[in-house]
């Protein structure tokens, strides 16, 4: 299986900070890495998909990057709504598999 | 608009089959989607359970395959997840979700739009 790592595991950050989230897979995964948001009792949203291309409604704060093995998710001004729980997804290979999740908090 | 609710019981004792059902309102019938099930444990990350296509083509996690079925019911556009021989370690929210792909190659496979979740607890 495609082992994916988030880092950091939880972040405190203040509304208006900029926030990068990194993810990287065990093994080459070209572009194929998508991001979920999720906050406590939902489920998860669909942010980016392809690594870099925005789901529709989105807002444009958000953005992905990366391609191989390292990826990150950038906020570039963090919003009281941004607060959430941030996930990696890589689609390269069955099974699809996450990271472990990034928690994005208050300071 | 894709929109996707499961149900199913709450409750289901140790050694049982779990048995869920999603149903899909909007795009059941589009030929491009593939539909998943996804389980996240209380307060542990998300994982991918497997997916059935509109032909009824099966991929399943490794981890899971010897215990899980999914199928689909084309008539009453849902489609359904059965897992035998439960455990505790089964108990998590269970989604189910629309995955797509790239229809330029067919790779890939992200998941949008989610169902809200439903918590099955496995104890006796």
């Known amino acids: 299986d495609f082992q994916m790592t988030q880092s950091p595991s939880s972040l405190s950050a203040s509304v208006g900070d900029r926030v990068t989230i990194t993810c990287r897979a065990s093994?080459?995964?070209?572009?194929?890495l998508n991001w979920y948001q999720q906050k406590p009792g939902k489920a998860p949203k669909l942010l980016v998909f392809a690594a870099s291309t925005l789901q529709s409604g989105v807002p444009s704060r958000f953005s992905g990057s990366g391609s191989g093995t390292h990826f990150t998710l950038t906020i570039s001004s963090l919003q009281p709504e941004d607060f959430a729980t941030y996930s990696c997804q890589q689609s390269y290979n069955t099974p699809w598999t996450f990271g472990q999740g990034t928690k994005v908090e208050i300071k | 608009q894709v929109q996707l609710q499961e149900s199913g019981p709450g409750v289901v004792k140790p050694s049982e089959t779990l048995s869920l059902t999603c149903a899909v309102s909007g795009g059941f019938n589009n030929i491009t989607h593939w539909w998943s099930w996804v389980r996240q444990p209380p307060g542990k990350g998300l994982e991918w359970i497997g997916e059935?296509?509109?032909?009824?083509?099966?991929n399943y996690n490794p981890s899971l395959k010897s215990r899980v079925t999914i199928s689909l019911d084309k008539s009453n556009n849902l489609f359904s997840l059965n897992l035998n021989s439960v455990t505790a370690a089964d108990t998590a929210i269970y989604y189910c979700?629309?995955?797509?792909?790239?229809?330029?190659?067919?790779?890939?496979?992200?998941?949008?739009?989610w169902g809200q979740g439903t918590l099955v607890i496995v104890s006796s």
């Open positions: 093994q080459f995964i070209n572009t194929y």
């Open positions: 979700a629309r995955g797509l792909y790239n229809t330029w190659n067919y790779a890939g496979r992200w998941f949008d739009p």
């Open positions: 059935i296509y509109h032909s009824g083509t099966t």
